[in-house]
């Protein structure tokens, strides 16, 4: 069974993320990703991996194994080989890929009516430029999407590496589907492999 190690693992990976750098990008229509790496600071040599779910995980699933499928072609581009989970690998990619969703900020009623031109100023005035909004305003759901991979040695169950890409899209957004969000997410976390420790940068994940 493998157990985690402390000093690789990050304490608290979502909190808190730069939201206001991820809601502007959510805003302007241009998703980005968040991205997190840690490793142990010596060369990762390229072998073979064997990739299998997290805990919770089925490793059945056709969902698992998509997503399973897009990691697998972007770790073989930086060296690490993927086998099937019985094959002999001197590394074990533990996968987890999820999403989960909040209440974004209210999003502004298009129903509108202007006043004369205007709107009460708050001196019970009228004020130029400005209109009123009809009905309720409605909140926005904001969808999170994650692709979180543990690179173990097989021989001891030791972390040698450990990553985060973590997004956050307007809930009617085209990445707002996990299976769509994936490949830039995996390609985002890789890139550059295996990046400097501890360092959190910011990935464009969409045009």
């Avoid at 490793?59 to 194994?65: D, V």
């Avoid at 899209?169 to 985002?188: C, I, M, N």
């Amino acid at each position: 069974m493998m157990r985690p190690t402390p000093r690789y693992r990050l304490a608290a990976w979502l909190a808190p993320l730069a939201a206001t750098a991820l809601l502007a990008g959510c805003s302007t229509g241009t998703p980005m990703a968040e991205v997190t790496r840690f490793n142990i600071g010596t060369p990762i040599p390229s072998d073979a991996i064997a990739l299998v779910p997290a805990t919770g995980v089925d490793a059945g699933s056709l969902e698992f194994r998509s997503h399973a499928a897009v990691v697998a072609r972007d770790l073989d581009a930086v060296g690490l080989h993927p086998v099937g989970a019985d094959g002999r690998s001197a590394y074990v990619g533990v996968l987890n890929v999820y999403q989960t969703s909040r209440q974004g900020p209210p999003k502004s009623s298009p129903f509108r009516i202007g006043i004369g031109g205007g709107s009460f100023s708050g001196g019970g005035g009228v004020g130029g430029g400005v209109s009123l909004p009809l009905g309720k305003t409605p909140s926005s759901e904001i969808r999170v999407n994650v692709v979180d991979l543990q690179i173990r040695r097989r021989s001891d169950s030791s972390m040698v590496w450990e990553g985060k890409a973590v997004q956050e899209v307007a809930g009617d957004a085209p990445q707002a589907a996990l299976t769509a969000a994936v490949p830039a997410l995996s390609k985002a976390l890789l890139t550059g492999f295996p990046g400097r420790n501890g360092e959190t940068v910011r990935v464009k994940t969409g045009r």
